[in-house]
């Protein structure tokens, strides 16, 4: 650039900007603008922005404070997961269920520095972990997995002195069931993470406990125990004699039931194969089912207590009333026989005795179809019975009933029911005439009384004892009574054809045997069932109740009656004189 | 020695100079010193070296920038001026020499090693081009007939391509955001303003297209599930642990498992070990030092000095920003360090050297200096 030089002194005067650099710059920066007045302005908008952009990350963090998972918040939901339950009892303090706190081993599979490591160091230390599961899980990006599930503390102490970063412990509650198998299908089971999945332990979750948890109420506490009307011992030796007969006559299946006839208290319930509610994988089983509750059957000749209770209590007939059952009864294409025909017309009480199939359908031919119906409605044979336990089962009824249908019901074929259910129906016709719904609660009887739904008359029921009680004396259930003399025991078999490939097969039965004790005062009914047993020599090659059934019936009761507070009574007259007269006497 | 009575160099700085904004300075150290104690032992064990070396040398080199630090703040305008053109001459040497010479560290070649001293020496160019280019535009508003303005596009013409064959986006980035934060503050026209921020875009979009790392980058930013996020994921989550109040000194995670857990995610180990409440207070420094800075470029009467300490400190606080950002998600994952907190030799030596010039140009001065300099700059040119 050159110019002139200039005095120091004279005011400054720049020389003419060429016309090109004055276009560029009126272009860039406009025309006739104080430079350093926007320079400072701008200045300060870029202050402005700065703030603005400081204030948004500002913000950022905070709301990353605000919503971050801090560690209460992540301490809270451990607790979670401990639940507690409460210790379920028996009916005389026994311990069925109660919790046990033990280790259980997770990974937070962020913080573990050498994976390869970790998964290493926990298969060495733990033998049954699954390898390759393990990898995934500690391979995950998750902040939290579990490894192992209730570990024993030997194993925790190996695996802390491994010293694995991300590898902790939690104690949590398992729950644990002294008794074992014994009362499995009663008392259900509950998952991993202490929820209980079935029996009694899921109806007690669904009662309130789940809330409580919810809550975060339940852990660690000292709750109430659940006292249930079950009674360990009778429940022990209920399941000892099912196995051995089950064992004795190869049964596929053996189930048994005792419940109190005055307050439908369960007081033992067995069903064979059952399983340990502390080994859970048995439970998933299809063959372990409840077959008293979620199974259901055609339960064959006991159904015929009904039947006649009907026809008693309709006054159409009494147990004098003739029918003859000589032939078999034709209906239609269909031909209904009976095993051992009497050569005679018999009376209504030797039907019940000779369970005879053609005269337990002429009597409920003779109440009509519409009023069969209706007794067994009354009863509660048709709709799916509800208890505490969260299995039931739907009654498997004809769909279209006409007098076929009758005619079989009436002898216990062509309609499925759950065994408790023909339970609590047989209380009914024995009790009084009170059908009162089953409960494994504590129930006293006049809670029983008030719940309890009035079916048939008191006489009927006294005229269904004396029918049971001569089926000891004289008839099917003689087995029962020699091998628990002085109970006073009265009972009704049924041996049920079971369908096999559409028909009904002679070689596989479902049997059964309904006992009461004792007949003059009842309290207890005892119900054994054995799914299609196998002849045996000492059977003389039958299968029908009365040879497996009812002898295991007799087996039970001796051992169960002294549990039962019952006292034996070798003076007791028979059936007609004790029962009948004095049911006269109080007509 | 600092009394009113005598005026020594050392008294005349002490009173002039913007001590509050050297307390940050300073506070900006020392935090970053704590967080390097947290951030870089971890990262020093993986890679097999003393844990504390990282942490060593983060304070040898403190020393070192801490003596640049106050001595360039002593400078005046002018000799800023002059250092800055001898700084920018040798970086665009050393930038040079880095391309023909330097080792290629994961694609790019960045560093050059002189007397065993890793140099970046990108980092000492921004900052003297942002005075250099301060000063092309003081001199543009002042004397029209000066070809100022197209020197300084010329100037960053030169620097850019020079930055985009190492490659180095960032930095790029960086240079071009300090640069038209100048040109802006230096009077340029609105439309022009337009004009610059769709060129921007324009140069986003033609990276998103032809540079695959940066389209990459970008998607993962809007969808996570693209891709490989896991530095990122990992801070959010240190962000989360942390809370308030931190977790505590060494209980911390994500420093084991984030790569650059010492320098491009300090931020966010920094947050899960002290808490937000930490980061807090650090960014409320950046912004303290960005805006008081500003502040006083603001209040000056030298133009030179308003630019080039808008510049500087639009420069700081610029990438402080970006930072913080990325650690928190909040725009795409870009390679840049925290200034003073992260580690890095060189870079912190340029940083003190980019702090200390605005200390300098922040420096009270008697009107009649400035007006003395204008006519004197004047008289020279005329």
Same mark, same amino acid.
């Given at each position: ?72 918040? %992540? ?8 639940t507690a339950r409460p210790d379920i009892v028996d009916?005389?303090?026994?311990i069925l269920a109660t919790d ?10 962020? %913080? ?40 024993? &503390? ?16 939690? %104690?949590?509650n398992k729950r644990v069931y ?5 009362v499995s299908h009663l008392i259900g089971l509950t998952n991993?993470d202490n929820q209980g999945i079935a029996g009694i332990e899921k109806w007690l979750d669904s009662n309130g406990l789940a809330d409580l948890h919810r809550a975060?109420f339940a852990s660690?506490r000292l709750q109430k125990p659940v006292e249930l009307a079950v009674?360990? %011992? ?43 509610p502390?080994?859970p ?63 005679? &017309? ?40 509800r208890t505490e336990l969260p299995e ?47 409960t494994f609660l504590k ?39 020699? @091998? ?22 002679? +070689? ?80 | ?64 920038? !801490? ?41 790019? +070649? ?23 280019? *301060? ?39 960086? !240079? ?30 033609? *990276? ?9 980058? $970008? ?94 400190? !639009? ?25 003073? $907190? ?20 922040? @420096? ?19």
């Amino acid at each position: 650039m050159t110019g002139p030089q200039l005095d120091p002194n004279k005011p400054i005067t720049r020389p003419p900007e060429p016309w090109r650099q004055r276009l560029i710059r009126s272009l860039l920066y406009g025309r006739n603008v104080d430079r350093a007045a926007k320079a400072r302005a701008r200045v300060g908008l870029a202050m402005i922005a700065f703030g603005g952009v400081y204030g948004i990350i500002a913000v950022r963090l905070i709301m990353f404070a605000v919503n971050g998972d801090t560690h209460a918040e %992540r301490r809270s939901t451990r607790d979670a997961i401990a639940t507690a339950r409460p210790d379920i009892v028996d009916r005389n303090g026994a311990i069925l269920a109660t919790d046990v706190k033990s280790p259980s081993l997770f990974s937070e599979p962020r %913080r573990i520095i050498d994976k390869d490591e970790a998964v290493e160091l926990l298969t060495g230390a733990l033998p049954d972990l699954d390898g390759a599961e393990v990898r995934e899980r500690i391979m995950s990006k998750k902040g939290f997995a579990w490894l192992k599930r209730e570990i024993t &503390p030997q194993q925790q102490r190996d695996i802390h002195r491994l010293g694995i970063p991300g590898i902790g412990f939690l %104690r949590e509650n398992k729950r644990v069931y002294p008794s074992g198998a014994a009362v499995s299908h009663l008392i259900g089971l509950t998952n991993i993470d202490n929820q209980g999945i079935a029996g009694i332990e899921k109806w007690l979750d669904s009662n309130g406990l789940a809330d409580l948890h919810r809550a975060g109420f339940a852990s660690d506490r000292l709750q109430k125990p659940v006292e249930l009307a079950v009674d360990l %011992r009778v429940e022990h030796a209920l399941r000892d004699e099912l196995l051995k007969a089950k064992a004795k006559y190869s049964a596929k299946a053996a189930s048994g039931l005792v419940s109190n006839v005055k307050t439908g208290e369960i007081v033992a319930m067995v069903s064979l194969p059952d399983f340990d509610p502390n080994n859970p994988k048995e439970a998933h089983d299809p063959d372990r089912i409840n077959r008293l509750t979620t199974g259901v059957y055609e339960m064959g000749s006991t159904f015929k207590t009904l039947t006649l209770a009907m026809a008693l209590d309709s006054g159409k007939a009494n147990l004098n009333t003739m029918y003859d059952a000589r032939y078999p009864l034709s209906y239609g294409k269909f031909k209904i026989h009976d095993t051992h025909p009497v050569p005679r &017309p018999i009376s209504l009480t030797e039907v019940f005795t000779f369970s005879s199939n053609v005269g337990a359908a002429k009597i409920a031919l003779g109440q009509g179809v519409e009023a069969h119906k209706a007794f067994l409605k009354k009863v509660g044979q048709l709709d799916r019975l509800r208890t505490e336990l969260p299995e039931s089962a739907m009654p498997i009824v004809p769909k279209r009933w006409g007098e076929l249908n009758t005619i079989t019901i009436a002898f216990g074929h062509g309609m499925a029911v759950a065994p408790l259910q023909a339970v609590m129906g047989v209380n009914a016709m024995i009790n009084g005439g009170l059908l009162i719904p089953p409960t494994f609660l504590k129930r006293t009887e006049e809670e029983a009384r008030e719940i309890g739904k009035r079916v048939i008359k008191k006489e009927t029921s006294d005229k269904v004892r004396y029918m049971m009680r001569l089926n000891a004396e004289t008839g099917s259930a003689r087995q029962a009574e020699a @091998r628990a003399k002085g109970y006073y025991l009265g009972g009704k078999t049924g041996t049920a054809e079971k369908v096999v490939n559409g028909r009904y097969s002679k +070689k596989q039965v479902l049997n059964s045997f309904t006992a009461v004790l004792p007949m003059d005062n009842p309290q207890f009914q005892v119900l054994v069932m054995l799914d299609e047993p196998k002849a045996l020599p000492e059977t003389h090659g039958f299968i029908t109740s009365g040879w497996n059934a009812v002898p295991t019936g007799g087996n039970v009761i001796a051992r169960i009656a002294p549990l039962l507070g019952l006292e034996p009574r070798f003076d007791l007259a028979p059936s007609d004189r004790l029962i009948l007269a004095t049911s006269k006497v109080t007509q | 020695m600092i009394s009113r009575e005598q005026r020594t160099p050392l008294s005349e700085w002490w009173w002039t100079v913007d001590r509050l904004l050297l307390a940050a300075i300073i506070a900006l150290m020392l935090a970053g010193v704590i967080l390097s104690l947290a951030a870089s032992p971890p990262v020093a064990t993986r890679i097999g070296l003393d844990p504390f070396h990282f942490f060593n040398r983060h304070i040898l080199f403190l020393v070192p920038s !801490i003596i640049v630090l106050i001595g360039v703040s002593f400078m005046t305008p002018r000799q800023i001026r002059r250092s800055a053109l001898v700084v920018f001459a040798i970086s665009i040497v050393l930038i040079l020499a880095t391309l023909l010479i330097g080792p290629e560290v994961k694609g790019a +070649k960045r560093w050059i090693t002189i007397l065993g001293i890793n140099i970046q020496a990108s980092e000492s160019a921004k900052p003297a081009f942002v005075v250099i280019a *301060a000063w092309l535009f003081s001199e543009s508003a002042r004397k029209p007939e000066m070809p100022a303005t197209s020197m300084a596009i010329v100037l960053l013409m030169m620097l850019v391509s020079l930055l985009v064959m190492q490659p180095d986006f960032g930095q790029t980035m960086l !240079i071009l955001m300090a640069w038209g934060s100048l040109f802006f503050i230096a009077g340029m026209r609105m439309v022009w303003v337009f004009g610059l921020g769709a060129t921007a875009a324009g140069g986003l979009l033609m *990276a998103y297209f032809l540079v695959p790392h940066v389209a990459g980058r $970008i998607k993962r930013f809007m969808d996570p599930a693209s891709g490989d996020t896991f530095q990122v994921d990992t801070a959010m989550e240190a962000f989360s642990n942390g809370g308030w109040f931190g977790l505590g000194p060494g209980e911390g995670i994500a420093k084991r498992s984030l790569p650059d857990s010492h320098t491009d995610f300090v931020f966010a180990v920094g947050a899960e070990e002290f808490g937000i409440l930490l980061c807090l207070a650090v960014l409320c420094l950046f912004a303290f030092i960005v805006i008081r800075a500003m502040s006083r470029a603001y209040a000056t009467e030298d133009l030179f000095s308003r630019f080039a300490a808008s510049g500087l400190a !639009i420069l700081f606080g610029v990438q402080a920003a970006i930072n913080m950002a990325v650690n928190l998600h909040l725009i795409p994952a870009k390679g840049m360090t925290l200034p003073f $907190i992260s580690y890095g030799g060189s870079s912190m030596i340029s940083l003190a050297y980019s702090v200390g010039m605005l200390l300098a140009l922040t @420096r009270m001065r008697p009107r009649t200096e400035v007006e003395a300099i204008d006519a004197h700059v004047a008289r020279t040119y005329a």
